[in-house]
């Protein structure tokens, strides 16, 4: 019984370290972690689209600035109406494409952005 005690010690032990291990891995040499990304990483349509937001516009889509309401559950839950989200503009796409800047409180000041280049499905916070 002992045995087996110390056994699963040494798995927990080992599974941890690799857990550990993956973080440090997945971090960019910058620093950011999986779920984030630096200003400088973005696209330039991105950094444009996030020029426009904090300048309180223009922006070329109707549906800029308009309430995102988090179904995917994948931001920090808020109240309703807390975030808004813009179109980042695609190259050689004909409609709006997949990729959106979502912006968290005021979008000009908060400082809380997020980046999405799959149509929701995945979000990296962006860190300046």
Do not use: C
């Not at 010690?9 to 857990?19: E, H, K, Q, S, Y």
């Not at 973005?42 to 444009?48: H, K, Q, S, T």
């Not at 309180?56 to 920090?76: A, C, S």
């Amino acid at each position: 019984m002992l045995a087996v005690l110390a056994v699963g010690v040494a798995l927990i032990a080992t599974l941890g370290a690799l857990v550990v291990s993956r973080e440090t891995a997945a971090r960019d040499p910058r620093g950011s972690a999986p779920n984030e990304i630096q200003l400088l990483e973005l696209p330039r349509e991105a950094r444009e689209t996030l020029a426009s937001i904090r300048a309180g516009g223009p922006f070329p889509y109707r549906k800029d600035g308009t309430t995102f309401q988090n179904r995917e559950r994948l931001l920090p839950p808020q109240a309703r109406g807390y975030y808004t989200e813009y179109t980042v503009r695609t190259p050689g796409s004909r409609d709006r494409g997949a990729r959106r800047i979502v912006a968290g409180g005021d979008p000009r000041t908060s400082g809380e952005y997020w980046y999405t280049e799959d149509h929701y499905r995945s979000f990296r916070r962006i860190r300046e």
